[in-house]
């Protein structure tokens, strides 16, 4: 099946850096997105990003469909930017289901 | 935003006693799916339904897991006779077609079930 990587593992920032979640997949995939957990479990959808670039206030995404890897970025971070980001793409198979990475856990600091 | 609604937040049962997590997907959703995530690790798959049926389940859903949609709007996951290995966040998540762009997938806010 479908592998997704996603790197770093950890990361920990000081309020306000920048920084960059990578997410590598081993398929052609017909969707991608990303995803934050926050300290209470929920999954907040980020992006829906197959392919191209999009933004969103601090936070930008870009998937490079051919190469098969998608890169957030998050600009000026604030601690409530901390939890887990998971990259999570759609099985090539019909029933739509999502193949999620190991997550990048982010730690930011005040 | 739409949303997919989870009941109940937290449930905590003794091992070997049968739960049901509810869901109500996006009104006018055709894929329902279920997941779940063991503490510290990533959200896996557990079963996708779709034209009230089971469409694929992973490897994780066995005998002891069914799923339901008793109506228009309820999508339920059971579980007969809990292990302690059962202890999760089960993800309720609802899609309105497969395979095409512009089709996000909405993930409910999650069940705890705590196995004691």
């Known amino acids: 099946g479908i592998q997704v990587e996603q790197s770093p593992p950890d990361l920990i920032l000081q309020e306000g850096a920048n920084s960059t979640l990578r997410c590598n997949f081993s398929?052609?995939?017909?969707?991608l997105q990303w995803f934050h957990q926050n300290p209470w479990g929920q999954l907040i959808n980020l992006f829906y990003?197959?392919?191209g670039t999009k933004q969103n206030g601090r936070l930008s995404a870009t998937t490079v469909a051919t190469e098969r890897y998608s890169l957030l970025y998050i600009s000026s971070s604030q601690t409530t930017d901390s939890g887990v980001y998971f990259c999570?793409?759609?099985?090539?198979?019909?029933?739509?289901?999502?193949?999620f990475g190991q997550g990048t856990t982010l730690q930011v600091k005040p | 935003e739409p949303e997919v609604t989870q009941t109940p937040s937290h449930q905590v049962t003794q091992m070997g006693q049968e739960v049901i997590l509810r869901c109500v997907p996006i009104?006018?959703?055709?894929?329902f799916y279920w997941y779940r995530q063991i503490l510290g690790q990533k959200v896996e798959f557990l079963v996708s339904?779709?034209?009230?049926?089971?469409?694929?389940k992973s490897e994780i859903f066995d005998d002891q897991f069914s799923v339901e949609r008793p109506d228009g709007s309820n999508f339920t996951l059971k579980i007969r006779s809990t292990k302690l290995e059962d202890s999760a966040m089960y993800f309720c998540?609802?899609?309105?077609?497969?395979?095409?762009?512009?089709?996000?997938?909405?993930f409910g806010e999650g069940s705890w079930l705590t196995v004691v």
């Open positions: 339904f779709y034209n009230n049926e089971i469409s694929e």
């Open positions: 990003i197959p392919s």
């Open positions: 009104s006018n959703h055709l894929y």
């Open positions: 999570a793409v759609e099985d090539p198979g019909n029933t739509g289901k999502l193949i």
């Open positions: 998540a609802s899609k309105y077609l497969t395979g095409l762009e512009g089709n996000t997938i909405y």
């Open positions: 398929d052609s995939v017909n969707n």
